[in-house]
């Protein structure tokens, strides 16, 4: 069953699968755009995908293709077909140079990860390294077929100041500044940290919790730990998430970021497609619920589903239609991101989307609250206060947010 989204704009409905598009949700290149990022075309996608080529802008899909990251797998799907159109054959040479350094980028970015991966290991830091390079491997088969611009590893809290350390004996630039004596308390305001490369350009971001506590969701780390396994890099194994965690964190990660790039909801459907036969759907439902992610769990398959005729279990694809809710934010994010360009800003709207996507009412109040009052690193570095002042920070953080979004209006 494919998800029909409803559309309050006009009357009609759209099969996104199917590629029968309102025009008030997006235009011919998006469609062409999500067509060419498809895993597997059938014949008649192959066809109807030559057919549309012949009105549509190859700057502006080339364009589209970056900004969304999928701009390996649009390559790839046309260079299939470029054979027997001239026109794909002139957008392929016009996507070539930008895959082809993407693909050094990749395999770059893929060298350092085993070095610094080696190196905590030497010092016996517990890492797992996720998305990157192990998710281009993992679900798509290739290092070069999916566009990242960072590397992300989890390791533990106890090994932070060892972290910092050889971060740094290794070039690497910390993206905040974090003074000695206020180290601990620091760490327990983040969750993340960044580091920067300025010999290489590379950057990686090292974590000790797969989510900002802004969000207030709280993952059980320590599974994470014990469910995880090795993917290899040139024949060295890397661990990494589980291919259930690694597509509960998937969804919620799009998610929080309204599922902005192609790329996010491309992840989705690879990682379904690899590991179906696998996943164990009333757990990962389950453990979805339990965590309070249930419904950016199921956003993160519809849209998959809606995109890319993703298969789906029939509880699954129940559970999806039956919550209104859901239809609702993926008309939004369609409009957002897939239609029209519009300056978009992140307001008020963007934290109600959020709200809207927790299916509980308590992680409801937890997000608001931690949105809005718990101190976050932003609110210590915009006014350093004593140690015995630090009970005023939540008042501190509610000015700095209004000052933001809502004094400059």
Not at 178 to 201: A, C, Q, W
Request: hydrophobic share 40%; proline share 4%.
């Amino acid at each position: 069953m494919k998800l029909l989204i409803s559309a309050t704009i006009t009357k009609a409905c759209v099969t996104i699968s199917t590629m029968q598009y309102n025009s008030n949700l997006t235009d011919q290149t998006v469609r062409i755009l999500i067509l060419s990022s498809t895993s597997i075309l059938s014949e008649q996608e192959k066809i109807q995908l030559q057919s549309d080529f012949e009105n549509t802008s190859l700057q502006k899909l080339l364009s589209l293709s970056l900004k969304h990251g999928v701009l390996p797998v649009v390559y790839q799907n046309l260079k299939a077909l470029s054979s027997q159109n001239k026109i794909l054959e002139q957008l392929t040479d016009e996507l070539k140079p930008y895959y082809l350094r993407i693909a050094k980028r990749n395999i770059f970015m893929s060298a350092e990860l085993l070095k610094i991966m080696k190196l905590f290991e030497a010092h016996r830091i517990q890492a797992l390294s996720f998305k990157g390079p192990l998710l281009a491997l993992d679900a798509y088969g290739d290092i070069t077929l999916r566009q990242y611009g960072d590397l992300d590893i989890l390791v533990k809290y106890c090994d932070l100041p060892l972290i910092l350390e050889l971060m740094q004996a290794e070039g690497y630039i910390c993206d905040v500044h974090i003074p000695s004596k206020h180290r601990e308390e620091l760490f327990k305001m983040l969750t993340v940290i960044g580091f920067d490369n300025p010999s290489n350009g590379l950057r990686i971001e090292i974590h000790w919790e797969l989510l900002s506590r802004n969000y207030a969701i709280s993952w059980d780390t320590e599974s994470l730990w014990k469910k995880k396994k090795n993917i290899p890099i040139n024949h060295v194994p890397v661990p990494t998430l589980s291919y259930e965690d690694l597509l509960l964190y998937i969804c919620v990660h799009g998610s929080k970021h309204l599922f902005e790039r192609l790329e996010w909801i491309c992840d989705i459907d690879r990682v379904v497609r690899v590991h179906n036969a696998d996943i164990d759907w009333e757990r990962v439902s389950q453990t979805a619920k339990n965590t309070g992610i249930y419904r950016m769990f199921l956003l993160g398959l519809a849209l998959a589903q809606s995109f890319f005729t993703l298969p789906l279990p029939e509880e699954i694809r129940q559970e999806i239609k039956k919550d209104r809710m859901l239809t609702e934010i993926i008309q939004k994010i369609i409009i957002l991101n897939f239609s029209t360009p519009k300056n978009k800003t992140v307001d008020t709207g963007y934290f109600i989307l959020l709200l809207q996507m927790r299916e509980r009412l308590s992680d409801q109040l937890r997000f608001s609250y931690q949105a809005f009052f718990a101190p976050q690193f932003n609110d210590f570095n915009y006014l350093p206060l004593p140690k015995y002042l630090h009970f005023l920070y939540p008042f501190v953080r509610l000015f700095r947010l209004g000052k933001k979004y809502l004094f400059k209006r």
